[in-house]
């Protein structure tokens, strides 16, 4: 329940944001910029954020919300996992990031493994689908989808980029310090099932 008015102000901003796409009448127009007004005060009140920086974070929103997709790179070596370690937080995550418009999840898996650690990959699986919404992740204003793709390295050498500042493969029983609004515990030892059972079925929540 401690959580409650984020879902509460994440549920506020999307009914707006979608009253804010469909209406022609100006009224309702001026009543959804009041919604959303209330879900950036609710932000506010219960965030280090300031107001200013959580409106022009709902400002950049347009067209009707659905949950943001991320892709994270699941790359196996021996009875290790790769993880970056992020220069945003100085804490460690498995290579990724959002979509980017035009680009699959197969391209953007591959870019994203690539600029972070250096290393040129094939997508082999999909293995998970975790929604943030599910799991023990910190408050965030968006609902995300992560896509989590197994990958072999097929060539290049570990390389920083330019968010990262480590690189490094991790046993499941000595996992470093995580990037919690990344990934969680949790998803990374579900993840090493996969590694344990090959066969085993893509997992999504």
Not at 86 to 98: S, T, V
Not at 107 to 136: R, Y
């Amino acid at each position: 329940m401690s959580d409650k008015w984020l879902t509460w102000a994440k549920q506020i901003q999307s009914i707006a944001q979608a009253g804010l796409t469909f209406t022609n009448d100006m009224y309702d127009r001026e009543r959804y910029e009041q919604l959303r007004t209330l879900s950036i005060e609710i932000m506010n009140a219960y965030t280090d954020l300031e107001f200013e920086s959580i409106r022009d974070l709902f400002a950049r929103e347009t067209g009707y919300q659905t949950p943001k997709v991320d892709v994270r790179g699941v790359i196996f070596k021996d009875d290790r996992i790769l993880m970056v370690r992020e220069k945003h937080d100085d804490a460690w995550a498995l290579p990724g990031g959002f979509c980017d418009i035009g680009e699959s999840p197969r391209e953007n898996v591959i870019k994203e493994i690539q600029e972070e650690s250096g290393f040129h990959v094939q997508p082999t699986k999909l293995l998970a689908v975790f929604d943030t919404n599910k799991h023990a992740h910190p408050p965030q204003p968006y609902q995300y989808y992560k896509l989590c793709i197994q990958c072999a390295i097929i060539s290049g050498a570990g390389s920083l980029g330019m968010e990262t500042k480590g690189i490094g493969f991790f046993a499941e029983d000595n996992l470093p310090n995580l990037s919690l609004n990344r990934n969680t515990e949790t998803q990374i030892k579900r993840l090493f099932e996969f590694f344990r059972d090959p066969e085993k079925s893509t997992f999504f929540d």
